[in-house]
């Protein structure tokens, strides 16, 4: 874990070099540090080092470890980047700051009525699945206007952007222009994409967050 902060320079000076390079405004590019699977002790470094924007996937897992964490970094701000299940929507809303992953109708509904209840509305992204993969989480393109109409309409969320995972075994460019054309066509300004491997192809399609983790925290 010694490594943890000299990686996580470099990665700022990756995003850095690329917001240069694309003429972006470095601000505009938030680094949202994936800290799944890696436990609290594993975590510190990069607290120590600065970072504040952290990701996870699984609510139980973020629960259990980040509340002594904030204790510690109250101006922590954590992102659900995986899968949500609906028994897990009330304990999510608890633990995290932003809902990465909303990509149906029913878990959309259960993160309003719960966000009704406990007074918390969390700015949200909707996923997109851009490859059309059946195994994969994210709503179709051709469905995506019609579940961000009632996301913002009749349930009352804080759509705030667009997230997506391409196909691992694809070029990224296409995915990342296609969720940049998306969203500028539906008039969301933030765009979550792009991982260790191709943040800055990502950071020139008009990310304004990338999910790093590998590249900070070594293998899982």
């Known amino acids: 874990m010694e ?12 995003i850095a070099r690329a917001c240069v390079d694309f003429q972006r405004d470095l601000g505009d590019v938030s680094l949202v540090c994936v800290s799944k699977n890696f436990d609290a002790e594993a975590i510190l470094p990069a607290l120590r080092a600065g970072q504040r924007v952290f990701g996870e996937n699984r609510v139980q897992e973020a629960a259990t470890k980040w509340p002594a964490l ?7 701000e954590l992102h659900l980047i995986g899968p949500l299940q609906s028994n897990k929507v009330e304990l999510a809303i608890d633990v995290f700051d932003r809902i990465q992953t909303i990509d149906r109708l029913k878990i959309a509904a259960a993160i309003a009525e719960h966000s009704r ?7 949200c ?19 995506l206007p019609a579940l961000l109409n009632a996301c913002r309409h009749d349930l009352g969320l804080n759509i705030e952007g667009l997230m997506c995972i391409p ?4 070029p990224v460019t296409p995915h ?21 491997a191709d943040f800055e192809q990502a950071i020139q399609l008009g990310a304004t967050h990338i999910r ?3 590249a900070i925290f070594g293998s899982r």
């Open 3 to 14: 490594e943890v902060p000299g990686r996580l320079e470099k990665v700022r000076h990756s």
């Open 70 to 76: 904030r204790a510690e970094f109250p101006d922590v």
């Open 117 to 123: 209840k406990k007074n918390k509305l969390l700015p």
């Open 125 to 143: 992204f909707i996923q997109v699945n851009t490859g059309a993969e059946s195994q994969k989480a994210g709503v179709s393109v051709e469905d």
């Open 167 to 170: 196909p691992f075994d694809r």
């Open 176 to 196: 990342f222009a296609l969720l940049h054309r998306l969203a500028r066509d539906l008039g969301l300004e933030k765009l979550s994409m792009g991982m260790s």
């Open 212 to 214: 790093v983790g590998s």
